[in-house]
């Protein structure tokens, strides 16, 4: 089963997404087998982190501001190559085992969509394989 999201973001940020895999996997009816999340953007990406602590989140994106900054030299006429660098540091697509109809998620990690190069309309699939 794939199903698409649609997500509205502000400038950069973490958006716990978790609540739509899981929806999507409790509509699959799926007890067993893989969950993949896709994003189809080149300044977006997928991650998993923790969701207990909203501090978290800060300091990722501080630390990915730090790690890749906009720099005068860059060439890429719209202006967002560090949003192209961090998402290809954190990559398109998580993975998640499911387990007995549920993700197999530790106990404070969530899965997030990350906006880069907001605002934006953006959106994402979820595709749950039974296996």
């Given at each position: 089963?794939?199903?698409r999201?649609?997500?509205?973001t502000?400038?950069?940020?973490l958006?716990n997404?978790?609540s739509y895999v899981?929806?999507?996997l409790?509509?699959?009816g799926?007890?067993e ?6 994003c ?7 991650t998993?982190?923790?969701n207990?602590?909203p501090d978290?989140?800060?300091d ?11 720099r005068p030299?860059?060439?890429h006429?719209e202006?967002?190559s ?6 290809s ?7 998640v085992?499911v ?5 197999l998620l530790?106990t404070w990690?969530g899965?997030?969509f990350?906006e880069?190069?907001g605002p934006r309309?953006?959106?994402?699939f979820v595709k749950?394989?039974?296996g």
């Amino acid at each position: 089963m794939l199903k698409r999201y649609n997500i509205s973001t502000e400038a950069e940020g973490l958006y716990n997404i978790t609540s739509y895999v899981r929806q999507a996997l409790n509509e699959s009816g799926v007890e067993e087998g893989l969950a993949v999340v896709f994003c189809p953007h080149t300044t977006a990406a997928i991650t998993i982190n923790e969701n207990a602590d909203p501090d978290v989140q800060t300091d990722l994106l501080f630390a990915l501001d730090k790690t890749y900054p906009d720099r005068p030299q860059f060439r890429h006429m719209e202006g967002n190559s560090s949003a192209h660098l961090k998402c290809s540091c954190i990559g398109a697509s998580e993975t998640v085992i499911v387990e007995d109809g549920a993700l197999l998620l530790g106990t404070w990690q969530g899965i997030y969509f990350a906006e880069f190069d907001g605002p934006r309309q953006r959106h994402f699939f979820v595709k749950i394989i039974e296996g």
